[in-house]
């Protein structure tokens, strides 16, 4: 699949990039990308939740009243269930939400979300480019040149860059990831993927 290298101004450069169709053009598997997202939320989850439970609570532990002839339900202490102020029963406790995914089944992942974007056509391929200083400004101009303003957008770069990143940030519609780190969430989140002509060959290296 060929595609054309756009500039930063938005502007076809004449040059032609391939897309590896073993990356980009195979038949995407819907389970896998449903186990590779399920995995990426699963490992961000802190699983620091905690409820107090009857040994956790400080509170007296004399019975409230005697066992017959009350007329109501026995009870014992006041850090009980049923009491309001009381325990929770069978609540939440801290745990480990990590799973772990082999590597060809997250390869796999990634190539079939590709796959669908390029399949949609909402692939853009532009010329490597650098900012001098970290301004917002330059990277919304880059995003109305590229007809991307209030789209969501996944640009892909070779290599980390801190003005561009910076220049992001307070961006709610674009991520701004290395091609090292672009995972399959990533890539179902965005409406357009914008890759970076160096990251091609990077992930080529990753995904083939």
Known sequence: MEVSVLNIEGVDTGKKVTLDDSIYGIEPNDHVIYLDVKTLLANKRQG???SKEK??????TKKLKKQKGTGTARSGSIKSPVFRGGARVFGPKPRDYRTKLNKKVKQLARRSALSYKAKDQNIKVIEDFNFEAPK??????LQNKLQLTDKKTVLVLPNPNKNIYLSSRNLKELKVVTASDLNTYDILWAKEIVLAEGSLNVIENILK
């Open 48 to 50: 620091t939740h905690k």
């Open 55 to 60: 040994s956790d609570l400080s509170g007296s």
């Open 136 to 141: 917002t400004k330059q990277i919304l101009d």
